[in-house]
Each structure stands twice: as C-alpha cells, then as structure tokens.
C-alpha cells in the first residue's frame, strides 16, 4: 500500500488526483463482461456490437426510420467491477458490530488495513480479541481496539455507546452488520421477539446514542446491512415487536432485515444531508450467520443451506464488498441508476433515502457491488415513519440531533 499526506478537508472520501494514489475506488471503473467502456456523456463514435447495430434505426409501420434513443445516463457504481477500497482512510474512525468473524470481520478487516481506526464492536471479547489479532497478523500495524455490545440489550448498547463517546472525538463510519438469524425462538433482554429486538431494535438505539459523534465528523456514513430476504417479510405484524411473525423463525429473520431497510432510508431522509445512511447486502455469502442457525429451523433447512452454500455461496470477502462499497465509495452517493437524468432541465442526482447496494450477479447472490432495488415495502415511506415511531416508543432513543 503507498503512503501519502493526509488528506485535505472537504475534498470527500478521494484524496489526491484521479490518477494519483489515494484515489477513490470508483475513480478506476474496472471492465465487466457487459460493459466494456465507460460512457463519459460525450456522444463521440464508439464501436457498438451486432444488436446496436441492428437496432440503431426502427422502420415505423408508416414508412420512415427513427433514430435510437440516447445511452442512459451513466451511473458509477453500476459500472464498478472488482472494489478495491480507498488506499488512505487514515484519521478515520470507524464501527462495525458483529466483527468477530464472517462478514463483519472481512469489513473491519479491509477497513483497518486501509488505514482507518476500526472499532469491533461484539458481544464475546475471546472472539473479538482473536478477531482484533488476525487483522493485525494481516495488516501490522493497524489501529484495532474492542468494544463489548450486546446488541439484544439496550442497557449495553447504552453503556458501549458511552464508552465510545469516551475514546473517540468523532465516528466516520458506523457499519451496523450484526445480526442473529433463525435462532430457537427467544426474547432479547428487553422482552422483544430476538431477531428484531437484536438486528434491528439493537442499532436503532446504537446509532441514535452515537449519532453526535456521527454529526461530528465531515463526513458521516451509517450503513445497515440487509438482506434479500427482506422481500417476503410481512407488514402487518412489523411493528409488534414481541411475537414472531405468524409463529415463523424465518420470517422474523424477514420481517428484521425489512426493517433495516425501512430504518436506513428513513435515517437518510430525516439527516437531511448532515449524515448519509445507506443499506447493503452480501448476496449469498459464507458466513457464520448461517453456520449458527440452531433447532428446528437448522434441520428443516440444513441440507437446503449446506448443498446450496457449496454451489453458489461467495466467500465473505466478497460479500463484504458491496458493504465496503456503501462505506466508503464516493459514487455510492451519486444518482438514480433506475432513471436518466435530464441534462436540460438541470435535474440533479437524488438518491435519498434509495442508496441500496449487493451483487450484480443473478439474482443479486454474488458478484461485484451495484445498486439494487429494494422492495415496495421497504420504499414505503408511511411504512418507514410508522417503524420509526414504534421504534422510539420500544427503544427511548429519540434522536432529538434530526429536530
């Protein structure tokens, strides 16, 4: 890795020119097998393949041809290959809970041999200890340190909050990755199903009790993994925060990662710019989210999981990408991929409260990181405010920072 000065203030998330080290991930587009050169707006000759070329004029049923419509605006990110994560995050300070190991782990992993301070933040200090010593074997030295939470208890949330607040002046990144899946049906230490009270309750109160040292830094990112599997979560039971949803551990695995979402875009709206939250998922990835899914639910699913982990699941370097991607590219903040700008009437890029990044591969299970859609659930904005209520009420964050 080449070294460099620090950075100048308010230059973003690049440091240097486009060329130079230090530059942005995303400053370099890597070729894909779809896209073998950047459209940079200008409408100059370019080589177009067969179907272009068959389709570059239509012959009309009354006579006459018309010409093709003009290329899409160009989204970076859609156009990323490979993510190499910025060479220099030094000064930086960043959070990812449920850093012990799988994805959690390669994220603070890369994060800390990029140069930033990364705090692990998880519940059993033999593992975090172990975890903080191989990203040093991996990166010496790299700033690790350990920060005990219990994420189903809002009294240690409160209290690893606290202590953050006292070792750190300022949090860049807060990467709310932990999570239980399928566990045997349970409750948290405040009484709530433990899927939500723990994947989502938990960092609801987490990010309100850091948010001042979020709004203290230049520029604060807040990103909340999610899942695919947000898209078959119920509504009508997402806010009953004490039962599982129709008595199913799968679909209160469901209903949890649908309320990441909903919490991530809804965290983007009210920070009005003065923080950006953002969501990702990892695809099918190896983890041991999946390797710890316990009773009933691990020998219903356990062949399923095992057959399917060895023919499609990435490793959780790669699921970690589009995560990586969300925390630290500057294009993870540019416009709608789903719609061309335009350019006439001087419309602007505005992703608030949409930013939501996994693999580009089938499916979305694997593959280099790309915006994706999330689902009409979780793009519901009544939807969102509601959580966010019952959240506050469940919680007593309230997160009086946003007005």
Known sequence: MQTQAPRARGDGWSSGPATGPGRHATDAVARTPHSSERWDGNPGPRTPSRRRDRNRCRVRPGGGARPALPPPEPFADDLVGE???????????????????????????????????????????????????????????????????????LESVEEAAAEIADRAGELDVLVNNAGVMAPPPGQSADGFELQIGTNHLGHFALTGQLLPLLLTAEAPRVVTV????????????????????????????????LANLLFAFELDRRAGGRLHSLAAHP?????????????????????????????FAQSADQGAQPILFAATAKAALGGDPQRPLRRDAGERPDRTGTRFFGPRGPGGLRGAPTATAASAAARDRALAAQLWEASVEATGVRYPELG
């Not at 060479?87 to 190991?101: I, M, P, Q, W, Y």
């Open 283 to 311: 695809g099918f990835a190896r983890s041991e989210l999946v390797a710890r899914t316990q009773g009933a639910s691990r020998r219903a699913a356990g062949p399923v999981l095992r057959q399917g982990t060895r023919l």
């Open 226 to 257: 999610s899942s695919l599997v947000h898209r078959v979560a119920l509504r009508t039971e997402l806010t009953d925060f004490k039962i599982l949803p129709r008595g199913s551990n799968w679909l209160g695995y469901a209903r949890s990662k």
């Open 83 to 153: 993510l190499t994560v910025v060479d220099n995050l030094s000064g930086r300070t960043v959070l990812v809970t449920g850093a012990s190991s799988g994805l959690g782990l390669a994220v603070a992993r890369q994060l800390a041999g990029a140069g930033a301070r990364t705090l692990l933040g998880c519940r059993n200090a033999a593992r975090a200890q172990a975890a903080a010593a191989a990203i040093r074997r991996a990166h010496p030295g790299a700033r690790v340190e350990f920060v005990h939470m219990d994420l189903a208890s």
